[in-house]
């Protein structure tokens, strides 16, 4: 496994390398940074014994960063906008509809 002290050193520098990506990454994401890494995976895996095992001790040993990647993982949604009412119809506009139609009742009689 390794000794604590190595073991803080290599999750302080994991988490940076989140805390600047924005989010909590995968093994396969960790690995793929365009950017050269201080700490490659598999040094991790020796430390830690899997992936999984380090996230879990990086939420409990250092939880604010932790809070901090989360919060950038997931920003506050967007407030909605709120819709518009509704055009109600003119009574004058619905007199006139009825109007026409009692008109051309009249007609249709004749």
Do not use: C, D, Q
Not at 5 to 34: C, D, F, N, P, Q
Not at 56 to 61: A, D, F, L, V
Request: charged residues 35%.
């Amino acid at each position: 496994m390794g000794s604590i002290r190595k073991r803080g050193k290599v999750l302080e520098a994991v988490s940076m390398v989140m805390l600047e990506e924005g989010k909590v990454l995968t093994k396969r994401e960790y690995e793929h940074i365009e950017t050269r890494t201080p700490i490659r995976a598999g040094l991790v895996l020796n430390f830690f014994g899997s992936w999984t095992r380090m996230l879990s001790i990086m939420e409990n040993s250092l939880p604010e960063v932790w809070a901090e990647i989360k919060k950038k993982e997931t920003p506050p949604p967007k407030p909605e906008p709120t819709p518009k009412p509704a055009a109600k119809p003119k009574a004058g506009n619905a007199l006139e509809a009825l109007s026409k139609s009692a008109k051309a009742e009249k007609k249709s009689e004749k």
